[in-house]
């Protein structure tokens, strides 16, 4: 029988294993992806570069989907191992992984016949879509294959496997990072060799993650299309949600650089940086919901009520503690990083204003992703989409207009992050509230249960 590690022991050490191991990942990924536009960038091409930015920009797309499947997968499999349930979890872990795989590959192909339309709709030339074009038939089937990856390490860190998780995902990154200048510049490949790099280190990573949990959870082959229509449906129930709440994000943000662009290139320069230094600092934010959900899930699983209750305690205090540290941080570094980009004017203000106010609000960001997992663990999934709308929307598109109308281009910064900021104030509210009542309603039904047993 396999354990179930996170119900017992530390749970503040497991809490910062599986949000730094997770934030580890995430970042090496981004620095991966930041030197390959790096080497892009050497080749001295501005379609090149604009061709990666198309490219990605569809792999994104893809990623939002999958990280839907990826995170519903460590829930369903956390409860599983929580209710020390161990058979037929090979075969569970198996349809996880082909549902990832499909939905990862219907939205490739889709991508893929729409391409060119897309394209035109993002923006890119005649030019840059052409030299695009070999990059997004390699790099779009190769995502597929991250998307198996990912549900791998997903799964790993499901099981308690921290230290594999992260191997893993810096196994993919690792490759990436050497695979890229071999086949850009020492085979004279160019943007064909960074997309051949790219699809290369997903495949070796796909086979890294396949061995490993064949080795410490177990896979079967899918026999049962009744079992796996019935363990894909108990994954969509918690996938579907996220993945429309993910489709939201993009919604805030277009307004957001729609209203940049009019202010000037130095003011979309500073927006710029501002994402950057964003994803860099706030990684482990980003990886919160796939970190915390496995120990919520496993302890809701396992009965253990209380210490579930305990663990999203614990997370908004680690979120209170590493926001407040990053905040100081850019405060003190924010004009020498300034400096080093040569921001000026505008530009300047923008990524202040993010160090000196935005920080801040990035305090309320993390505690937003500890409520998605805990709507995600309970029962609650479809809380996820409604607040993502509801932040993508009304909690962006008018006050990034005021705060542009009246502060410029900082102001719309930090009034997009006023109403996120008041978005996420309502989702840890509600999310506390369902969690009470969630707890309650287990405690009534197990003393029910108790009181039957006696008289019986």
Known sequence: ???????????????????????????????????????????????????????????????????????????????????????????????????????????????????????????????????????????????????????????LKAQGLVRLALVLLLCGAGSLALADPLLIFACGLGLDGAALAYALSSLLSLLVGLVLVKRHIGLSLPRSARLLALHMGRTLRVALPVMLGNLAMPVGITCLMLTMAAQGAAALAGMTVVDRVLQLAYCVFFALPGALVPVLAQNIGAGCDV??????????RLVLLYGVAVWLLLIVCGPAIADHFELVDSGRAVFLAMCHYGAGFWLLAGLDFVAQATFLTIGRAWWVPTLGWLRGTLGSVPFVLVGARYGGAPGALVGMWCGNGLVAVAAVWLAARQARAFFALRRAMFNDRKEAYVHD
Request: aromatic share 6%; glycine share 8%.
């Open 307 to 316: 210490r579930a209750a305990r663990a999203i305690v614990i997370s908004r």
């Open 1 to 155: 029988m396999i354990p179930a590690r996170f119900t017992a022991g530390s749970l503040p050490r497991q809490l910062l294993a599986m949000a730094g191991a997770s934030g580890a990942g995430q970042l090496a990924l981004f620095l991966v992806d930041i030197l390959t536009l790096t080497y892009v960038a050497m080749l001295h091409d501005q379609t090149l570069l604009a061709a990666v930015g198309l490219a990605k920009t569809l792999v994104f797309v893809n990623a939002a989907f999958a990280s839907g499947v990826v995170i519903a997968g460590g829930v369903v499999l956390s409860e599983r191992i929580g209710r020390h349930a161990g058979q037929r979890r090979g075969r569970l872990v198996s349809h996880l992984l082909v549902l990832a795989l499909a939905i990862a590959a219907g939205v490739a192909l889709l991508e893929l016949l729409c391409v060119a339309p897309v394209s035109r709709w993002l923006g890119a030339d005649t030019q840059a879509f052409a030299q695009a074009q070999h990059f997004i038939w390699l790099a779009l089937p190769a995502s597929v294959l991250q998307a198996g990856m990912q549900m791998c390490a997903q799964l």
